[in-house]
């Protein structure tokens, strides 16, 4: 029978354990994978949305906000992401999980970069080809936004 060895504690090389940080309360929704709660920006963990200006970008808000409104959510911040945002897993009052549930609606596609593949088998058949602009974003093709933005930047109309 093989023991394993377990090292002395090395106070000089020993760090502590980092306390997880939980956020609660009424949520502002921005986007589709966006959340305000009590003035903190929070992206919602391992999925993507599509922007407010893309197809289905609107639709995921509304969504999102119709799953928060009236909730108490519960945010356990796992990261913060490349513009500063603190990104978390978002649970409602009975225990679902935010980015779960947008997969589920077909408004958001697994970001296995981040999430691990957790959200994968949730995702409807053939919602990459639907959302192509967030699997272009995954896939690092950000020429395909570029066009997009390019091509519907015109039919916008200017604000005065």
């Known amino acids: 029978m093989e023991r394993s060895v377990v090292e002395p504690f090395d106070e000089k090389s020993a760090t502590p354990e980092q306390s ?15 959340i305000v709660i009590k003035k903190k920006q929070i992206r919602l963990f391992g999925i993507d949305a599509p922007e407010m200006n893309h197809p289905y970008g609107k639709k995921a808000k509304w969504a999102l906000v119709s799953l928060c409104k ?5 945010a356990e911040v796992t990261d913060k992401d490349d513009h500063g945002r603190s990104v978390a897993k978002c649970y409602l009052a009975d ?7 947008m997969v589920k ?14 959200y994968g088998e949730l995702e409807l058949p053939n919602v990459r080809r639907k959302l192509w602009l967030a699997d272009a974003r995954q896939k690092g093709r950000m020429h395909v936004w570029k066009k997009y933005e390019e091509n519907h930047s015109s039919s916008r109309p200017k604000s005065n």
């Open 20 to 34: 997880k940080t939980f956020i609660r309360g009424a949520a502002y929704v921005v986007d589709g994978d966006t």
């Open 70 to 74: 009236g909730q108490t959510i519960n």
């Open 95 to 101: 225990g679902r999980d935010l980015s779960a549930e």
């Open 105 to 118: 609606l077909g408004l958001a596609i697994d970001w296995p970069k981040f999430s691990g593949g957790k």
